[in-house]
């Protein structure tokens, strides 16, 4: 990494399992959760044209890892809405949800 490159934001990953060990309810909360995040986009939710099509933010995607439902949510969103940040995070924490703060590890270029 040189001088002038910023680090890629760490991650949040919202798991659907309550810290008690339940999986969370409803099964879609994961697609709901990022499906009302989805205006927070790079250059904005002013969007036209093709490029405007209903889709999930970059900055807070819904997965599976494992079995556990999961939205993983950019730290980059803290920067470019608090409030969006602020909402997703009470949201894990008023459903008791597990947290895990993470920065996902490029893979290694491919040689040959």
Known sequence: MTNNSKPKPREVFIQGITRDGRTFRPSDWAERLAGAMSCFRP????????GSAIGYS?????????????VVVS?????IEPMAWDFVMNFARDNDLQVMEACLIPDPPKKG
Do not use: M, Q
Request: aromatic share 4%; net charge positive.
């Open 43 to 50: 250059g904005g939710g002013s969007r036209s044209g093709i």
């Open 58 to 70: 970059p900055y807070c995607i819904p997965t599976v890892i494992g079995s556990t439902k999961c």
């Open 75 to 79: 730290e980059a969103l803290k920067d």
